[in-house]
């Protein structure tokens, strides 16, 4: 049973016990699979879910995140498909270390190595499905305009930047580490800045999203999420392969992007990339 339920994320480490075997077959629907004894596995050497795609090995993913990794409609869990490789990497990571706090993220992966997850993120970047069309917007059109000022204006006598300066214009993301910021259900925005204000996410610093995050009032987190969430996914939500400026400050995963100058960076506070 071990081996068959193993096969969901391929093991990597003899340290993976059959506890999280167990988490690992509840996520994915596994436990509706046939049980095989120990005197009896040697004579089934077929597993019902095949180990032989990167697919078939990701179902515990799929069970919370939806097929493909499309997302689910209950408004939490987050679409992870075709979002950059380099930054789902990081974000497996840091479930993984400690820095993200989900204790059922936290369990499935917390014994696959960084090659492993890194594998599973080029897989799900690597997926190319429609976004479906956004909902009616959750809140008044004073709200979604201080919204909309926060995304492409930002703050600057509070040094909030504006999160396109680092998400990139049409909010897709950078490819390789820097997320979209379109297509997430509004109260996975709010949790995440909510998560970021109180430290319960974290990145490797310099943490811009921290200090960013703790700049913001309730109200701008909820206009900011009620916003973003209103809004179409251009383009197939593909992220950009460059930004059209440098960064304005260095923000911890994404060293391959340029950052402006300390006095260019004075003029315009330090972005979001995480």
């Known amino acids: 049973m071990i081996d068959c339920l193993r096969s969901l994320l ?3 480490s003899r340290l ?3 506890t999280a075997a167990m988490a690992l077959a509840w996520s994915a629907g596994a436990w509706a699979q046939p049980v095989s004894t120990p005197a ?3 004579a089934a050497p077929s597993a019902t879910v095949s180990a032989s795609s990167m697919s078939s090995r990701v179902l515990a993913c799929t069970a919370c995140h939806g097929k493909e990794g499309r997302a689910t409609p209950d408004g939490y869990f987050p679409r992870i498909a075709g979002k950059p490789a380099g930054y789902l990497a990081n974000q497996l990571l840091n479930f993984r270390d400690g820095r993200r706090s989900y204790p059922q993220m936290t369990y ?3 014994h696959l190595t960084d090659d492993y997850l890194r594998e599973m993120a080029e897989h799900f970047a ?3 499905v429609p976004y479906p069309p956004p909902p009616a917007p959750q809140a008044p059109a004073a709200a979604l305009e201080q919204g909309r000022r926060l995304v492409h204006q930002g703050d600057a006598a509070r040094r909030i930047p504006a999160c ?3 998400h990139g214009s ?3 993301g950078v490819a390789p580490s820097i997320p979209g910021l379109l297509g997430l259900p509004r109260d996975y925005l709010n949790s995440q800045l909510g998560a970021w204000k109180t430290g319960q996410r974290r990145a490797h610093a310099p943490d811009c999203m921290a200090d960013i995050a703790r700049q913001l009032t309730p109200d701008d987190v909820s206009a900011v999420s009620a916003w973003l969430a209103a809004q179409p996914v251009a383009g197939g939500g593909k992220p950009a392969r460059t930004l059209p400026a440098a960064m304005p400050a260095r923000c911890g995963g994404v060293a391959e992007v340029p950052v402006a100058s300390a ?6 506070p330090a972005a979001s990339s995480r």
């Open 126 to 128: 690597a997926q190319d």
């Open 16 to 18: 993976a016990g059959a």
């Open 170 to 172: 049409a909010m897709t």
């Open 10 to 12: 391929r093991p990597v």
């Open 108 to 110: 499935l992966i917390e």
């Open 164 to 166: 396109v300066s680092c």
């Open 40 to 42: 009896t596995a040697a």
């Open 263 to 268: 006095a260019e960076a004075t003029a315009a």
